[in-house]
């Protein structure tokens, strides 16, 4: 049986660390990305750069995306349409980013027409969880198609089949975030509120993580990049706040009000503007502390 050669396009924060965990787990690797630094990092750690998007899918049987918006995903599916013939060995494309259902199904109706299967499997776990390879992966699809790729997908964490509904992966997805952002943004009001009383934040999270209020941003986010000052969890702003104004979208569309979401996707709004689409998502803590008069510190 002839070797299943790998390619991953999109090497950033998630992207890098999962390519790296590919390569480790498969000895050889397949990489793409617009950025030079991007590629010539996994290329130092042995990876081998395609010249190009076409070169990736010409020699590449199953292809992994790990990219920032629906709009770049649905470039690149019809990028790749444009770009196959008989002689490319793509077959697979299993596609990482959190892109909402709607773009999902665009995706796989553009490569459908080529024979490739599309398959969305968008992963939860931040910049660690692609590192360690402790991802939760929720991937929708025909069951075979899960069944052929199971085992690969593993070298990434957990993988959860949601359904064969196309989209129902990344519906999933969009709820998740909505619940991880929203924790960020009220784990910010309650330390505000008690750095006023005059109690510091690590006190504060120290009972509160052993307490019914824990949650990803008290554990996480806010004692490494919040109350050290530094605002590099690793999740960009722009990329919270697409995913939380998808969900709100998507929600809508489904006719099912959601009023935090909406209050949510806002304050990732208000980050976005004062402190620019390319700043940590947990700069929302210093709205916060800019409209309360206080820091998050100590
Ligand atoms: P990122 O911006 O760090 O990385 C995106 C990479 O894609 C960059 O290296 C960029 O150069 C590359 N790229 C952009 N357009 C391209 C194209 N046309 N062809 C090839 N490469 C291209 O983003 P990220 O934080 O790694 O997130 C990637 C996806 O994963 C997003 O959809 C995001 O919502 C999702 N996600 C991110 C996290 C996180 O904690 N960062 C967690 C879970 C899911």
Redo the contacts with the bound molecule.
Sequence with gaps: MKKITYGF????????RMAQRLLKDKGSLRV????PK?LADLEGAGAEPAKS?KALVDEADVVFL????PS??L??AK?IAAAVTEASRVKYIVD????GPKTAVAASDVLKEHEITYIEA??????I??ADGT?ALMVSCPRQDFDKLEETLKVFGNVFHVGEGYGQAQTL?LAN?MLSVCAVVATGEALAMGAKAGISATKMLEVINKSSGRNTATETKYPRAVVPRTFD????TM?AY??VRLCVDESEGLGVPMMIGATVREMMAITNSCYGPDSDLTCVAKVIEHWSGVEIKG
């Design positions: 396009a999109g090497l950033g924060q998630m992207g890098s793409f990305d617009l950025s991007a998007l790990s990219l920032p918006e770049t995903v470039t690149v990028d990482f980013s959190t892109i968008p992963v939860s776990g931040g910049t969880g692609a991802l997805k975030n969890f690793g999740f960009s990329l697409k995913d």
